[in-house]
């Protein structure tokens, strides 16, 4: 998102709400001088904190670069949520998102896991893998998994599948997991089309077209 459009849009939300800077600055938690750097337009990087907060509050969401992020931080910013926000929904100690996220904790625990990949909607495989726990691949995957193991070899997340096939995660999860049993052919040709390990023919064949 362009520095102005982002500055419009935060000063139009704070003028709609009749709010001050120094209000606003500690509604959202953020200094008064970065606000004020953004409502300028001269703020050009934000901290994921800062992206996951305008996020809360704004209709459009912030583009932030995650590649270089960990799969549960990168989901997380990607879904709008901040980190306190992620604890309440799994159960998890923020305080153990944190480490995790930041790298602190290199092998957390498998249950620590499974919440955090409930709250996120990632295959908890996915996110095992994500943190050395071996991925073992089914010698004769359903249809689901087969599009499941092309992503995972891609290391791309549901969400990122999602933004590059115009599907929902929602969506994605469901095929996967087999809850969908007969996707649309034509999601199944987009799904083909969107991953390199993914064969159209083998796919069609597994949904029994």
């Known amino acids: 998102m362009e520095t102005e459009k982002l500055a419009k849009l935060v000063k139009d939300y704070r003028l709609d709400h009749g709010l001050r800077q120094k209000d606003l600055a500690k509604q959202l938690h953020l200094s008064l001088c970065t ?19 305008l996020n809360s509050i704004l209709e459009q969401k912030i583009n932030f670069d995650t590649s270089g992020l960990n799969l549960i931080r990168r989901t997380r910013l990607q879904l709008g949520l901040s980190q306190l926000q992620l604890a309440e929904l799994s159960d998890v100690d923020p305080n153990v998102i944190q480490a995790l996220e930041s790298g602190k904790t290199k092998s957390p625990a498998l249950s620590t896991l499974l919440k955090l990949s409930r709250a996120l909607n990632l295959d908890l495989e996915e996110v095992k893998k994500e943190f050395g726990y071996i ?75």
């Open 35 to 53: 606000l004020a750097q953004i409502e300028q337009g001269v703020a050009k990087k934000f901290h994921p904190k800062t992206v996951a907060i």
């Open 135 to 209: 991925y073992n691949l089914d010698k004769n995957p359903s249809g689901g998994q087969l599009i499941r193991n092309a992503r995972i070899r891609e290391n791309i997340s549901t969400v990122d599948l999602a933004n590059i096939t115009g599907l929902t995660h929602h969506q994605l999860r469901n095929i996967e997991t087999g809850k969908t049993k007969k996707p649309h052919l034509l999601t199944l040709e987009i799904l083909a089309n969107s991953l390199e390990n993914l064969n159209l023919d083998e796919l069609k064949s597994k949904f029994r077209y």
